[in-house]
């Protein structure tokens, strides 16, 4: 069976953990090398990732670059817009190609069902590496953040801030995979998708839509929060209004827990969803959690191999 990593759920949580614990190692092993050198095992020598970007990206694209090297294979990014795809082959049909050419696919796409027949079509491995429903490859490098910074997974407290979205969505997912809980403080009009949220708490985690931002985050072990207009959103101002209360500000920030954490998943823009100061503070994360991108997707592509 082709493992594909559209959602966090298609791994499930033993092979999250997995995943998680040979990131950490990984990381250890190479700690002080150039970047560019390949890891000693060489797992994925002879292995091309094909790379498919409908939309903008800094981390993805580069982390999955330098994962599938360090891995002892090659890549090939593609803009979908200088593609075939880009003046209207098929999904299918770019699928059943690729599959001929590269042994896995990510994509970044603004359509999630785009993905899914991606998947239906392709014969090797496809990784989402963002949709307009979920970011399950950022999620497995917070994770990681979290538990490198000593926290631990089970009953953890999560606070999200701002926009329900796309990476609000695979937080939740994770949530129910994991056992941690979520608190979530959107504005009326904003929330995320109920069936992450429905899954989640059948799953046994605890998720609660919180209005007053000072309440969520209040005890909270991790604060995060996201762009408050995500790529291909309208940016109305009646959105940044309503956002406005749900910045995440070292006012706000003082209500977590004194050992509490910041994320983002970046790009930020700072004074809307977070300030300077939280981003550039002593509790932000940030920096470590987008170099946890590169550690994080090594694991996804080993585990897409069967590797682990
Ligand atoms: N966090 C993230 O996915 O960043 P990019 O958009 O730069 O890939
Ligand atoms: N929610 C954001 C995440 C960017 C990495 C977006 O979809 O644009």
Request: charge should be negative; proline fraction near 3%; hydrophobic fraction near 45%.
């Amino acid at each position: 069976m082709t493992r594909n990593f559209l959602n966090l759920s298609d791994a499930g949580p033993d092979a999250i953990a997995a995943m998680i614990n040979d990131a950490i190692d990984r990381k250890a092993a190479r700690a002080g090398w150039p970047k560019g050198k390949i890891d000693g095992d060489s797992p994925l020598a002879g292995h091309v990732l094909g790379m498919i970007f409908e939309k903008n990206s800094t981390r993805t694209r580069v982390s999955f670059d330098m994962a599938i090297r360090q891995l002892g294979g090659t890549s090939i990014v593609m803009d979908a817009g200088s593609m075939q795809l880009g003046r209207g082959e098929s999904v299918a049909d770019t699928a059943r190609v690729l599959s001929r050419y590269v042994d896995a696919i990510m994509i970044r796409t603004d359509d999630h069902a785009k993905i899914e027949e991606l998947a239906e079509h392709a014969t090797v491995p496809v990784i989402n590496g963002l949709t307009d429903l979920s970011h399950p490859c950022q999620i497995m490098a917070d994770l990681l953040t979290v538990i490198e910074h000593g926290k631990a997974l089970p009953g953890l407290e999560i606070a999200w801030l701002g926009d329900g979205n796309n990476v609000l969505n695979s937080i939740v997912e994770a949530a129910g995979l994991m056992k941690f809980n979520v608190r979530i403080a959107v504005p009326q009009g904003y929330e995320s998708d109920s069936a992450f949220i429905d899954t989640a708490k059948a799953n046994g985690a605890n998720v609660t839509m919180i209005r007053d931002a000072a309440e969520a985050v209040s005890g909270a072990d991790i604060v995060v929060t996201d762009t408050w207009v995500s790529m291909g959103q309208e940016n109305t101002h009646n959105k940044l209004g309503a956002m406005m209360p749900y910045q995440v500000n070292e006012k706000l920030m003082a209500g977590a827990k004194p050992d509490a954490k910041f994320l983002h998943c970046l790009p930020a823009h700072r004074g809307e969803e977070a300030t300077a100061d939280v981003l550039d503070g002593a509790q932000s994360v940030i920096w470590d959690e987008a170099e946890n991108r590169l550690h994080a997707q090594k694991s996804i592509l080993l585990w897409c191999f069967g590797k682990l």
